[in-house]
């Protein structure tokens, strides 16, 4: 990924589950909630399908927060992130 800028560091990338995920880990293995960037602006975790917006450089994943966009596809999740 080092040949792409990312929305926030990578360091933060690699760490970051999501967290309905990581709290039920019995449905997803060893490593519950893997996140990847969409439209750089957008944490999406496959496991849950939660979807959390990166505003202003800073991820918000609060669990109410993914929820809000679980039903969004990709494509059509909006560049920026709305405020609220």
Not at 10 to 15: A, G, H, K, P, Y
Not at 42 to 52: I, M
């Amino acid at each position: 990924m080092s040949d792409i800028e990312l929305p926030i560091s990578e360091e933060l990338f690699e760490i970051l589950r999501c967290p309905q995920a990581v709290q039920e880990r019995e449905k997803y293995g060893d490593d519950p909630g893997v996140l990847r960037i969409v439209k750089n602006s957008w944490l999406v975790s496959d496991d849950s399908g939660l979807k959390y917006p990166i505003r202003e450089g800073i991820p918000v994943m609060l669990i109410e927060e993914g929820e809000k966009w679980k039903g969004t596809s990709d494509d059509d999740l909006p560049v920026p992130p709305p405020a609220e």
